[in-house]
């Protein structure tokens, strides 16, 4: 089997899929894309497909090392996004041409179900209580939301009362019948930081997200040491190499590795690996569309370390499409009691829609996260 063509299509809300055609007529899906900068994700992904035709895709460790290493400058966000949504069409092909779903190939189920959880937006907390009544009605027990929005890098106690009674609120209105995962997207400061999550303790979220950004990851170890809450991060790292320096110097409890980020399943799967052998757990990252979904459950179905899949159900960036707008089997990825249980088709699992996806890919608008400034007009995180 050889490779015969690489096809893009940028989509709403802010995703692009990959098709890779072969010779045998079997083909792929892909989903490479990092928010807001599909165009050069799209470029990167027609580079490296040069050197993609007339090869088999069936030798993905080859292809993937030869995409990693074939290129002097290697890493971050774009090639590794490129790489990733590849990657994922390559195993998709693998699965289709031998006819099993590709958790098989990766050595089968080690588990029956994976619980995922759901975004609650809304600026106050009443809105926050409604959401979670309303997903809690559909199955969901399990939450996450923002911990805070902006966040001067010293900042007033009147915006961290504000960050607090929201959670306050939450934890009031439903006891512990639910928890709750507090993303702070590295949105605060390390001062602030240790400010916000002492006061945010007593309220038992399930796990703080991003307290700090990737970069100031020499703060996860210091953060970890001053609370019991288990610490979140990983969706802006890219590699092995950018994980195994936060494993080893510990502080992370859970690692949340992107699909479509962090060069695909083949690296995702070790990095997983890497993380169980620190006793570390894994929530990947997903907040992108059907197929980095798809690819995020054929891990979790085979890590033992696995203990939570996001999805954008309902989120608050699904502008213009919905998670299984562009699939044809969305009952394969329907959840029940909160659970998605293992796709059943060959491949990656997804029937995408092409003719749809053709058409939408015509007017795709070009998704960018907003711009925050501090009052001072200092630019603030977002
Ligand atoms: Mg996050």
């Given at each position: 089997?050889?490779?015969?063509?690489?096809?893009?299509?940028?989509?709403?809300?802010?995703?692009?899929?990959?098709?890779?055609?072969?010779?045998?007529?079997?083909?792929?899906?892909?989903?490479?894309?990092?928010?807001?900068?599909?165009?050069?994700?799209?470029?990167?992904?027609?580079?490296?497909?040069?050197?993609?035709?007339?090869?088999?895709?069936?030798?993905?460790?080859?292809?993937?090392?030869?995409?990693?290493?074939?290129?002097?400058?290697?890493?971050?966000?774009?090639?590794?996004?490129?790489?990733?949504?590849?990657?994922?069409?390559?195993?998709?092909?693998?699965?289709?041409?031998?006819?099993?779903?590709?958790?098989?190939?990766?050595?089968?189920?080690?588990?029956?179900?994976?619980?995922?959880?759901?975004?609650?937006?809304?600026?106050?907390?009443?809105?926050?209580?409604?959401?979670?009544?309303?997903?809690?009605?559909?199955?969901?027990?399990?939450?996450?939301?923002?911990?805070?929005?902006?966040?001067?890098?010293?900042?007033?106690?009147?915006?961290?009362?504000?960050?607090?009674?929201?959670?306050?609120?939450?934890?009031?209105?439903?006891?512990?019948?639910?928890?709750?995962?507090?993303?702070?997207?590295?949105?605060v400061s390390a001062p602030m930081a240790r400010v916000l999550i002492k006061e945010l303790e007593p309220h038992r979220p399930l796990f703080i997200e991003e307290p700090v950004l990737a970069e100031q990851a020499e703060y996860y170890p210091r953060l970890q040491a001053a609370t019991h809450i288990p610490i979140a991060a990983g969706e802006r790292m890219f590699s092995r190499f950018d994980f195994k320096r936060v494993l080893a110097e510990g502080g992370l409890g859970i690692v949340q590795p992107d699909l479509?980020?962090?060069?695909?399943?083949?690296?995702?799967?070790?990095?997983?690996?890497?993380?169980?052998?620190?006793?570390?757990?894994?929530?990947?990252?997903?907040?992108?569309?059907?197929?980095?979904?798809?690819?995020?459950?054929?891990?979790?179905?085979?890590?033992?370390?696995?203990?939570?899949?996001?999805?954008?159900?309902?989120?608050?960036?699904?502008?213009?499409?919905?998670?299984?707008?562009?699939?044809?089997?969305?009952?394969?990825?329907?959840?029940?009691?909160?659970?998605?249980?293992?796709?059943?088709?060959?491949?990656?699992?997804?029937?995408?829609?092409?003719?749809?996806?053709?058409?939408?890919?015509?007017?795709?608008?070009?998704?960018?996260?907003?711009?925050?400034?501090?009052?001072?007009?200092?630019?603030?995180?977002?």
């Amino acid at each position: 089997m050889k490779i015969t063509r690489l096809s893009t299509y940028r989509l709403a809300p802010r995703w692009m899929f990959l098709k890779i055609e072969t010779d045998e007529g079997i083909t792929g899906w892909g989903e490479p894309v990092i928010e807001g900068r599909a165009r050069t994700v799209e470029a990167a992904v027609h580079e490296l497909g040069e050197m993609l035709i007339g090869q088999d895709p069936h030798r993905i460790n080859d292809l993937w090392q030869t995409m990693y290493r074939g290129a002097f400058y290697r890493g971050g966000p774009i090639l590794m996004s490129a790489i990733a949504g590849i990657d994922e069409a390559l195993w998709d092909i693998k699965g289709k041409a031998l006819g099993v779903p590709v958790y098989q190939l990766l050595g089968g189920l080690v588990r029956d179900k994976i619980k995922a959880y759901s975004w609650v937006g809304g600026d106050r907390p009443a809105d926050v209580i409604a959401g979670i009544k309303t997903l809690q009605a559909t199955g969901f027990d399990t939450f996450k939301l923002n911990g805070c929005e902006e966040m001067g890098i010293i900042d007033n106690i009147r915006k961290v009362d504000a960050a607090v009674a929201v959670v306050a609120e939450i934890r009031a209105a439903f006891g512990n019948t639910i928890e709750f995962g507090l993303d702070f997207h590295g949105r605060v400061s390390a001062p602030m930081a240790r400010v916000l999550i002492k006061e945010l303790e007593p309220h038992r979220p399930l796990f703080i997200e991003e307290p700090v950004l990737a970069e100031q990851a020499e703060y996860y170890p210091r953060l970890q040491a001053a609370t019991h809450i288990p610490i979140a991060a990983g969706e802006r790292m890219f590699s092995r190499f950018d994980f195994k320096r936060v494993l080893a110097e510990g502080g992370l409890g859970i690692v949340q590795p992107d699909l479509s980020h962090a060069g695909g399943l083949t690296e995702c799967h070790k990095i997983a690996a890497m993380a169980e052998a620190y006793d570390v757990a894994v929530a990947p990252h997903c907040p992108l569309g059907p197929i980095a979904l798809a690819s995020c459950l054929h891990l979790d179905f085979v890590a033992r370390n696995a203990v939570l899949q996001e999805q954008s159900m309902g989120i608050h960036y699904n502008k213009g499409a919905e998670l299984l707008d562009y699939v044809l089997n969305p009952q394969d990825f329907s959840m029940a009691d909160g659970h998605f249980r293992p796709p059943t088709k060959p491949g990656l699992g997804v029937e995408v829609n092409e003719a749809l996806v053709i058409e939408r890919s015509k007017s795709a608008p070009d998704w960018r996260n907003p711009l925050w400034r501090y009052p001072d007009g200092a630019v603030a995180e977002w």
